[in-house]
Each structure stands twice: as C-alpha cells, then as structure tokens.
C-alpha cells in the first residue's frame, strides 16, 4: 500500500514570497491533516479535512495561509507572504476516518530567509 | 498551546537496556497515542490507548495510562540502536470527536551499539 506522498521534499523561499505543498494520502482516507512542526518541537495542527470539509482550522494563520481539498482526495496548503517563522517541516497526515490513527508523509522542510 | 509534556527531554542508554519515557497531559481525554520520528521514516504512529485502557502492549512496547494523574509512560525493552529516534506522546482532547491530535514536545532517545 502506497504512503501519503507530499512534494516538494524541500523548499526555500525569500520572505514576502509565496509557496505551496501538495499532499496525497492513502488511497481511501477520509480524513486529511496538515501540521507545522518547527525544530525542537512537536508538530502542531494547522487544519484538518473530512472528505472536501474543513474540520478545523483554528489554529491556521488565516491571514497568509490557505489550504483546499478539492474532491476529497489531494490537499494544498499555501503560505502567502511568508516570513521568517514559517520555517518549517510541514507534515500531512491522513486516516481512514476521524479518530483512527494518523499516517504521516515525509514532510516539506521550508526554509525561509 | 501544546497539551502534552515529555519527560525525559533527551534519554542516552546502551543497546539492551530498557528505555522509559514519561508523558503528562492537561485535559481530559479519549484516547492517548505515541509516535516515533526519525530522520530516514519520518513520523510513525506506534500505540493507541484509549482512556478506559490502563494498560497495552505492541512486541517491545509497553504504555500505560492514568487518567487519574493525567500521564502516560512508554516502556521500550531490549532497546536497539535502530530505536533511536525522537518519540511523541498525542493526545486526543474528550470534547473533541474530530480526531484532532495535540502533541507534545517529545523525548529524544539514542541507543549506542
């Protein structure tokens, strides 16, 4: 069974500049997550999706980033303008369904300078 | 704000030995998870235990949960040096049902051969 795929692996932008990361989960995954894992810590949600719907999103800096699901199945999640904070590893993660155990992607490691 | 505390923040020991790692929490929750990153897998969910559970075993692993003191322990036995990783406790919060996971900051363990 294929993983969750994420690219691009790295990235590294000047601040001001945009960027985005594209996620595909495990065939059959209801449930879609991306988090923002900054060095030293844990990851922490940014938005979650059931299907096309957003779950939540409380804690996404709504201002700069967006995100979509379209049709249920591979999600962006988009940073415009960055800044420097928004270095990163930005983790997608799906389930089968809410509350079932997460499946991560490698991850995208943004560098912003 | 993250609801999961590690502790011991970093953990050395020697290939055989057991490795404890300790995981305190704020909320009432419905279930507890622990996971392992490193650099070549990425983040890898281990073990479930759900807030009526006290107790679970996965081969080497061993966690335990009191909701009474609001922690959780994760026993690894016979430790190898591909077990060195960072691990993360997650919690799921009672009054969420979305599956929504708050992690902890986690606890950076190294094997040597």
């Known amino acids: 069974e294929a993983g969750v795929a994420q690219s691009p692996r790295y990235k590294i932008i000047e601040k001001r500049q945009s960027v985005a990361f594209w996620c595909n989960p495990i065939?059959?995954?209801?449930?879609l997550y991306w988090y923002q894992q900054i060095l030293g810590q844990g990851p922490k949600l940014l938005i979650q999706?059931?299907?096309?719907?957003?779950?939540?999103d409380s804690q996404l800096p709504k201002d700069r980033f967006s995100a979509e699901r379209l049709k249920g199945v591979d999600s962006t999640l988009k940073i415009q303008p960055a800044k420097l904070e928004d270095s990163a590893v930005y983790l997608c993660?799906?389930?089968?369904?809410?509350?079932?155990?997460?499946?991560f992607g490698p991850g995208t490691r943004l560098l912003v300078l | 704000s993250q609801q999961g505390e590690e502790d011991p923040q970093a953990l050395s020991i020697q290939e055989g030995e057991n490795a404890t790692m300790n995981c305190s929490y704020k909320?009432?929750?419905?279930?507890l998870q622990w996971y392992r990153q490193n650099s070549g897998r990425g983040l890898v969910h281990l073990i479930l235990?759900?807030?009526?559970?006290r107790e679970k075993h996965s081969g080497r692993l061993r966690v335990t949960l009191d909701t009474s003191k609001k922690s959780s322990s994760l026993l690894i036995t016979a430790s190898r040096a591909a077990d060195t990783a960072s691990y993360f406790c997650?919690?799921?919060?009672?009054?969420?049902?979305?599956?929504?996971?708050?992690f902890g900051q986690g606890t950076e363990l190294s094997v040597k051969p």
């Open positions: 999706f059931q299907n096309n719907g957003v779950v939540d």
């Open positions: 993660a799906s389930s089968l369904d809410m509350a079932d155990p997460q499946y």
């Open positions: 065939s059959g995954h209801a449930t």
């Open positions: 235990i759900r807030s009526n559970e």
């Open positions: 909320t009432s929750i419905n279930n």
């Open positions: 997650a919690t799921e919060a009672f009054y969420n049902q979305g599956g929504k996971l708050i």
